[in-house]
């Protein structure tokens, strides 16, 4: 099935995959319903997920993932189904709309205002908190 994506606002907003300095934060096919550090938000948890019992999930490999980011804390991410990142740097409110490209219909919409999404500061907060347990 074929897809495209278009980013809806005012202002172009960015789509990542969320790779941290050495590419290894990847949360395709893992279910944010699974983390054992459950937060009660769904990027939170999915993120949380992706890193739970991996051997590159140290401070470190956090400190350098936020530094490579260089976006303000702030800032709201929204976690897309293949685990990958949507924000925006000038929009706080950005809409992301995949359609397929068959049916025209919306696959999946991503929207920074979703109860969903969080901030920079909030994942950053909750990854430190999974390290320390």
């Known amino acids: 099935m074929k897809k495209f994506i278009v980013v809806v606002g005012c202002t172009f ?18 279910d944010a319903g699974t983390v054992s550090h459950k937060t009660g938000n769904y990027t939170i948890d999915k993120i949380l997920s ?3 019992g991996e051997e590159f999930f140290t401070k470190d490999y956090v400190d350098e993932m936020f530094n490579n980011w260089s976006i303000d804390e702030n800032t ?6 293949e685990g990958g990142l949507f924000y925006s740097l000038t929009d706080n409110h950005a809409v992301l709309k995949t359609y397929d490209t068959d049916s025209g219909q919306v696959v999946e919409e991503l929207s920074l205002d979703s109860p969903r999404a969080t901030t920079v500061g909030e994942l950053k907060e909750a990854l430190y908190e999974a390290l320390e347990e």
């Open 13 to 30: 907003g960015l789509l990542f995959s969320l790779l941290g300095a050495n590419g290894h934060l990847v949360a395709s096919d893992v």
């Open 50 to 52: 992706s890193y739970e």
């Open 76 to 81: 709201k991410v929204i976690a897309d189904e």
